[in-house]
């Protein structure tokens, strides 16, 4: 591999990312991270960058779309060398340790346009090289503070915007019903109900998300994240004193809808 391995790999639970391509991460040494189903916060790094890109290919392509493969090209490369706010460096410099060289750089004799006849032997080529190297590491580490920061300041600032929304964890046993967020993106399913079950909590994972089972016991396959589940309370099942509901509000659904395979 040209860029070298990764110490870890993330990727969500669409279908095209298992089969041979699970095979392989699975053989390679770093960890293969799948983030919970239906969950694109799971992945906030990644999808924070699809809007623009989307939004620009529209704008060169049209609406029909029809030179989208001509274009795509063009709008990855230009994203990957323009600066995020989030690290202050292009995704290019921090691969490659510089910025990327355009052409009009080239022609204007830019300090970006290196010189290569002064390169006369092997050690110089080296020396220019490992500069370089050493540059790219140093802009990786001030990078990544930058992100650590980043996620920080964006951490504390749902919490502070979302406090009220803020529960104590759920605990095994729980009854629950499970958001099915799929529906949002289907036409046909305007009034279909949304929230589905009751299940019951299994457990809660590591990175917050729960597992959960259907009330005979058999586990569900895919994670459900923690704002995709809400206490169930049976009808006739709670009365007035049961924390958590002191006017004795009864809630229930209907189970209409099934929930989609991870």
Same mark, same amino acid.
């Given at each position: 591999m040209r860029y070298g391995l990764a110490r870890s790999y993330s990727t969500d639970g669409g279908s095209e990312f298992g089969g041979a391509l699970a095979d392989m991460l699975r053989a390679?040494?770093?960890?293969?991270?799948?983030?919970?189903?239906?969950?694109?916060?799971?992945?906030g790094m990644v999808e924070r960058g699809h809007g623009p890109l989307k939004a620009a290919l529209v704008k060169?392509?049209?609406?029909?779309?029809k030179n989208c493969r001509k274009f795509l090209p063009l709008v990855l490369f230009a994203d990957r060398i323009s600066t995020k706010r989030t690290t202050g460096y292009s995704p290019y410099e921090l691969v490659f340790g510089q910025r990327a060289a355009l052409p009009i750089d080239l022609d204007i004799e830019s300090f970006l346009g290196v010189d290569w006849e002064e390169?006369?032997?092997?050690?110089?080529? !080296?020396? %220019?090289r490992s500069k370089q190297l050493e540059r790219s590491e140093e802009a990786r580490a001030i990078a990544y503070e930058r992100a650590m920061k980043s996620r920080e300041e964006s951490i504390r600032y749902w919490q502070d915007r979302h406090s009220?929304?803020?529960?104590?964890?759920?605990?095994?046993?729980?009854?629950?019903?499970?958001?099915n967020r799929s529906?949002?993106?289907?036409?046909?399913? !305007?009034? %279909?109900h949304k929230w589905n079950g009751p299940y019951r909590v299994i457990r809660q994972v590591s990175g917050g998300s729960y597992v959960l089972a259907e009330l005979n016991g058999t586990e569900l396959k895919r994670r459900f994240a923690a704002d995709q589940v809400k206490k169930y309370f049976p009808r006739g099942g709670i009365g007035d004193s049961k924390p958590g509901n002191p006017r004795g509000q009864l809630y229930s659904i209907h189970p209409l809808t099934a929930l989609p395979p991870a």
């Open positions: 390679l040494p770093g960890k293969h991270r799948v983030s919970t189903p239906y969950y694109p916060e799971g992945q060169l392509a049209g609406e029909s779309g390169v006369r032997d092997t050690t110089d080529l !080296l020396i %220019a009220a929304r803020l529960r104590d964890p759920l605990v095994p046993g729980d009854l629950v019903l499970a958001y529906l949002e993106v289907q036409w046909g399913q !305007l009034f %279909a």
